[in-house]
């Protein structure tokens, strides 16, 4: 027999017989739509992650720390899972002007800068915000890794500009980005002043007055506007107002950030919190890594953080796909029971096909054939079913985040994998269903079938 | 005297039935000679056998013992895909009850043993046709069974049987659910086809007269044993 006439032959049978084909097919639709918008909503949250990965370019990040015991609480959280590989002499090296010399002679790496921050007051007109301000080179400003929605990077490292984020936009009440360049903002810092301090003076200095600080003020203009950013993990940003480290020099300022600075000074150990490193492709990452390991420091690279996250979505894809999977092993139970009533239907049928020269294959291959075109448009219009789903989902989800001020995201990814390989699974589980009954009805006797009624 | 090949021959055929715990010997010991061209009809009453003896010269059924043999071929030997090929092309079967599909026009009925041969649809289409035109029903080829009388049905029963080119015939009660008139136009036609292209039929009935006077042999069965083989012509 030929492939077309098993083709004719199916759809003609399931055709005779239209609702029951639809309601089967109908389940597998279901079943395989389930599948998809699951698989395809894990596959989503995937796409996301890795493309804010890239546009931020973190898969070109390292960050070293110093080593010692008190290392990995500088940088991020100390709670994290997943810690920065320590130095394994377990010695103290500074990590200082010197350290990113010889960091930046590395092969591979492509600029290097340390995470500067201190604490300051951020005005804008009436409105005043405490934050910590991160000194960021123009050479960084101007990669990936600052995403501006409005403006210009710094052009030198030692003109009195400042970027900032949305978030700050909104803490100052500042209007849209667009409004905001070229405004003034004023940096005011805060810097131990010993020459006022009366060590004579005890009780006035524990009310609080008389401390031995000092404020400055200086006037920085907005020349960019970032848009959204965390300020979790270990990204090289973690701030929201960024100055160059030209006028950063000119500001005096506390030299520690956190508690864990006081006691690393303690210790004669005072040196950067932590260096941020550049490097030309991720490819080099592991080698350069080891590099610097071997000087004594720790490192964290945003890569390694990311393959754990990738395992976690292989997870999350698996228990997704595992509750389809109960859909359409509803969906495979109604096309067995479906072709199992066709054989009972067309029991005489089999018998004329058997008398006509219809071999046990043939009749097999028939039924197969049926039961795969069940499981193809099923598998057709489950994919179209979980595509209309994911639509009214994502239009929902980003109707209320909108609200929220956030931006439009695809929460579903759809590749052709994901297509093509629904459609297949879909005649494989109708193929499986089709075992028993095609096997049935290749054995019914001719003779008993004629003599059916 | 050189003996004259037969197309059909049986040698001790036997077929028990195992009806639950009871074994029934439905036929013993047939031995059996059908000369090509020849018109065979097989009697005798109900529950004699005649119709196991036809499923299984018809590679429908397998005998419990002895040997078919058609065409040289051991039929009793073969496995059930060389059977399926044995009645795709060897053989052509009607039944009593016609056994038309009744979803199917009268031409797509014709058209299912081709379809089996792997035969192009269009040279179906055009075979089928023809066949239907020899049998008188062209007209009536895009009409189900359901439409069609008795007799047309039978026609188109036989246009089925003979798409394929069979040498043998093989009819089980042809005209058991016709009239007297129709039965005879029904045997009239196998008459015609065994006389004009040298088709052997075997016919099975209980109406002997009928089968008297259109075929060259009769045999009788009774009790599942051959109880006479007689030469009218």
Known sequence: MKISDYLELSFSNLWKRKLRTFLTVFGVTIGIGALVAMVGFGKGMQKNMTESFESLDLFNSLTVFPSGPTSQRFGFDPDDQVKPEENPKGQNVILDDEAI???????????????????????????????????????????????????????????????????????????????????????????????????????????????????????????????????????PLQSDVFIPPGSAQRIEKLPFTNIWDLFRARQGTLGYSAVNIRLSSPRTAESVKRQIQDMGFSTFA?????????????????????????????????????????ILERYSEIGVMKAVG????????????????????????????????????NRI???????????????FSFPLWLCLGAIAFAIIVSLVSGIYPAYRAAKVDPVVALRHD | M?????????????????????????????NLAVAPGAFVAITGASGSGKSTLLNL??????????????????????????????????????????????????????????????TAKKDRKLRAGTMLDRVGLLPRRHHRPAELSGGEQQRVAIARALINNPQILLADEPTGNLDSRTSREILELLAHLNQRQGLTVVLVSHEVALAREFSGEIIELRDGRLESQENIR
Request: hydrophobic share 45%; net charge positive; aromatic share 10%.
């Open chain 1, 101 to 235: 010399k010889r960091f930046e002679m590395l092969e591979g790496v492509q600029s290097v800068f340390p995470e500067i921050r201190f604490p300051a007051l951020v005005k804008y007109k009436d409105a005043e915000e405490l934050r910590l301000v991160q000194v960021i080179p123009a050479r960084i400003a101007s990669s990936k890794l600052i995403k501006l929605e409005a403006g210009k990077p710094f052009g030198r490292d030692n003109e009195d500009s400042i970027i900032i984020a949305r978030s700050l936009l909104r803490s100052l009440k500042m209007g849209d980005p667009a409004s905001v360049l070229g405004q003034k903002i004023e940096i005011a810092s805060i810097a131990f002043d010993f020459t006022a301090f009366n060590p004579m003076d005890i009780p006035s200095f524990l009310q609080g007055n008389k401390l031995p600080f000092k404020k400055t003020t200086h006037e920085f203009t907005v020349i960019g506007v970032m848009g959204e950013m965390g300020f979790g993990g270990s990204s």
């Open chain 1, 302 to 342: 945003m890569i390694d953080q990311f393959n754990q996250i990738k395992t976690s979505f292989v997870y999350m894809d698996m228990i997704l796909a595992a509750v389809a999977m109960i859909a359409i092993f509803v969906a495979s139970l109604g096309i067995i029971n479906t072709m199992v009533m066709s």
């Open chain 1, 358 to 393: 219809g071999s046990d294959r043939d009749i097999q291959k028939i039924f197969f054939f049926e039961s795969s075109s069940i499981g193809f448009m099923g598998g057709v219009l489950g994919l179209a079913l979980g595509w209309v789903v994911s639509r009214v989902i």
């Open chain 1, 397 to 411: 989800i980003n109707f209320f985040l909108a609200k929220q001020g956030l931006p439009f995201l695809e929460y």
């Open chain 2, 2 to 30: 050189t003996s004259v090949p037969q197309i059909i021959k049986t040698n001790q055929l036997g077929k028990i039935y195992l009806t639950g715990r009871v074994q029934v010997e439905a036929l013993k010991d047939i």
């Open chain 2, 57 to 118: 010269l018809g590679g429908l059924d397998r005998p419990t013992s002895g040997v078919i043999e058609v065409k040289g071929k051991k039929i009793s030997e073969m496995n059930r895909e060389e059977l399926a090929l044995y009645r795709r092309f060897g053989v052509g079967m009607i039944f009593q009850s016609f056994n038309l599909i009744s979803s199917r026009t009268a031409l797509e009925n014709v058209e299912l043993p081709m379809i089996f041969a792997s």
